[in-house]
């Protein structure tokens, strides 16, 4: 599973690498932050009604991206439908509670679950 993000971060300091001169952003104040992103003509703050539309990201994605994982890894990886991650990730359906709880765990101890996993796995071909 690759550590890298998707943001092309070359540095260990967790900034993106690329054009940005971050000691000047470093420098700059809450409120001067927030004046230039409000005067940035290529990304207008949102109406409230913008806001009040607006969906959180799915719990499944968030872990899933969290993981570093693609949905068809994380569902083979975890044993769960890939197309029912994809209805929760486009919030088309919700996870139950048991998945909810089975979502916990994964988030809890990843590792733990895939050793659980194929631990199972490997005692059920031996039966």
């Known amino acids: 599973m690759s550590k890298s993000g998707t943001s092309?971060?070359?540095?260990?300091?967790?900034?993106?690498?690329?054009?940005?001169?971050?000691?000047?952003?470093?420098?700059?104040?809450?409120?001067?932050?927030?004046?230039a992103a409000l005067a940035d003509p290529d990304n207008p703050p949102w109406t409230d009604e913008q806001l009040a539309g607006a969906k959180r990201?799915?719990?499944?994605?968030?872990?899933?991206?969290?993981?570093?994982?693609?949905?068809?890894?994380?569902?083979?990886?975890?044993?769960?439908?890939?197309?029912?991650i994809t209805a929760w990730e486009r919030h088309e359906s919700e996870?139950?509670?048991?998945?909810?709880?089975?979502?916990?765990?994964?988030?809890?101890d990843p590792d733990g679950v895939v050793k659980t996993l194929e631990s199972a796995t490997s005692a059920q071909a031996a039966e």
């Open 8 to 35: 092309g971060n070359a540095g260990g300091d967790g900034k993106p690498s690329g054009k940005t001169d971050w000691a000047a952003l470093d420098a700059m104040t809450d409120a001067e932050i927030e004046a």
């Open 95 to 108: 996870p139950d509670a048991m998945a909810m709880a089975y979502l916990r765990v994964i988030a809890a």
């Open 57 to 84: 990201v799915a719990f499944v994605k968030h872990l899933r991206l969290k993981l570093h994982l693609r949905r068809s890894s994380f569902a083979s990886r975890f044993h769960i439908d890939e197309a029912l």
